[in-house]
């Protein structure tokens, strides 16, 4: 007998429009696909109860009841058949509506088959790996997010199953809790993994660029133009793109980016065509969005398209029985084969006593400080310099410190004379200042830059323009 050649995957279209349907119907075949088609949830129930389908693709309304509830049946039948809806155009409440029911992805009328092929190919994807041999959710050893603990377990399991949908997320935490890893967890899940993930700081890009750096620019778009350039939705086409610290983008770029989201195409400058991309959004911030909204500093429409749905990180503090794992993890990091770098007796006790307000990048600047006073590679207790901050309390923040702009301000004028040199004169009293709170801080940069009132990245930045290097051990 010959080999048994495998069947195509087979989907389902549930769609009451006759014309609709077929083309539906047309574009699916085409692309080698079985097809079987239903006019109303009556039928797609009696097709899904004999028949397995590696894609549902159903409109949202039908003469006898809404698409959603498919999306729902399918669901709680813990069937992992991922279903797609297509809403009518403008409607983009009925697609966060469908996303949050837990649909796979979404398309608008009138459908673009282009967008169409592409978001089929991902379902199907979705569905392949498994039957790759990919597990459908990443072992505890693999994960990059390390811990044992409860807390840290749940979200595992959350990040599996959000893995599976194409909806948008939105990773809120404490600076240094993980909040890239937590996407590059996401999409190492998902059926992207083979994709480009692309991170973007969205509060390291000037204004002035960010439009050319998104979306991209033609030759001669502008001055200084001289090659066509793909911007970050374009690299990321397929994959999965990271705004980082998404509250940082100012109102004008929110509006662009918003169009970018909803209509799934984008403009390089100086292009007269849109062109389609396929990207999964997932966005971070330490602020509180709700909050920004309420300020007025974030569109209330683009928060909602992308806090469809929310996975917060825990911090370091409320998950201290990790610490065993995360402190071996970077211990291994930072020591080789042959020199092996290891706690004394005492030192995890410690560390569990402290409230880590800079989180897991703390840890990391802790222990990689007190390796440089280590001796043969064993941290002691000494090392660990945590005699600057407060243990755990209720409220785990550092002792008040004033601000840079306050300790700025506090600096005594020269009574006699004014400055010769303006800017020579603030540079210096910057670097004082710098050099003061990093000094209390037994040059702990995550707690020096808490003491100022400003954020790592910038007096990481402030250090580099200023020249402090960080003393030898």
């Not at 999964?280 to 330490?286: F, G, K, Q």
């Amino acid at each position: 007998m010959g080999a048994h050649t495998p069947r195509s995957p087979r989907v389902l279209v549930v769609d009451d429009e006759a014309d609709l349907r077929e083309l539906l119907e047309l574009t699916l075949l085409k692309m080698g696909l079985d097809v079987d088609s239903a006019a109303t949830l009556g039928e797609a129930r009696a097709l899904l109860a004999g028949t397995e389908y590696q894609l549902v693709l159903t409109d949202m309304r039908l003469p006898d009841g809404l698409g959603l509830e498919l999306v729902r049946e399918i669901a709680a039948a813990c069937k992992n058949t991922p279903v797609a809806v297509v809403t009518a155009f403008g409607s983009a409440d009925n697609a966060v509506v469908a996303l949050k029911a837990g649909a796979f992805d979404y398309i608008s009328k009138p459908v673009a088959l282009d967008q169409l092929r592409l978001m089929v190919q991902s379902a199907l994807r979705l569905n392949a790996a498994p039957a790759a041999g990919q597990a459908p959710a990443a072992s505890p050893m693999a994960s990059r997010l390390r811990g044992e603990s409860a807390v840290i377990q749940a979200l595992r399991a959350q990040i599996a199953r959000l893995a599976r949908s194409m909806a948008p997320i939105a990773i809120n935490g404490e600076s240094g809790s993980g909040k890239e890893l937590a996407a590059r967890e996401i999409h190492a899940q998902s059926s992207r993994a083979a994709q480009p993930f692309i991170a973007v700081n969205c509060g390291a890009i000037p204004e002035a660029l960010m439009e050319a750096e998104f979306f991209g620019y033609r030759k001669g778009a502008f001055t200084g133009a001289a090659d066509e350039r793909e911007g970050f939705f374009q690299a990321a086409n397929g994959g999965t793109l990271m705004l980082d610290e998404v509250a940082d983008l100012p109102l004008a770029m929110q509006v662009k980016l918003l169009r970018a989201i909803q209509e799934r195409r984008v403009r390089k400058i100086g292009a007269t065509a849109e062109e389609p991309v396929d990207v999964r959004i997932i966005s971070a911030t330490h602020k509180n969005l709700a909050q920004c909204v309420e300020q007025g500093s974030f569109r209330q429409d683009l928060f909602y398209r992308l806090n469809v749905i929310e996975l917060s990180l825990p911090p370091l503090r409320e998950r201290l029985d990790d610490l065993g794992v995360l402190t071996d993890a970077i211990l291994a990091r930072l020591g080789t084969f042959e020199n092996r770098v290891v706690l004394g007796q005492g030192v995890l006790d410690a560390l569990r006593g402290y409230s880590f307000p800079g989180n897991v990048r703390e840890l990391e600047n802790i222990l990689e400080r007190a390796l440089a006073f280590a001796d043969d590679g064993v941290i002691e207790v000494g090392d660990l310099s945590l005699k600057g901050a407060r243990l755990t309390e209720p409220t785990p923040v550092l002792e008040p410190e004033p601000s840079l702009a306050t300790a700025a301000a506090a600096v005594p004028p020269q009574p006699d004379a004014l400055p010769a040199n303006l800017p020579d004169y603030l540079i210096q009293v910057e670097r004082d200042i710098i050099l003061r709170a990093l000094a209390q801080t037994q040059f702990n940069r995550t707690q020096a830059a808490q003491l100022l009132g400003i954020s790592f990245r910038q007096l990481r930045y402030q250090m580099q323009k200023l020249n402090i290097q960080e003393p030898e051990a």
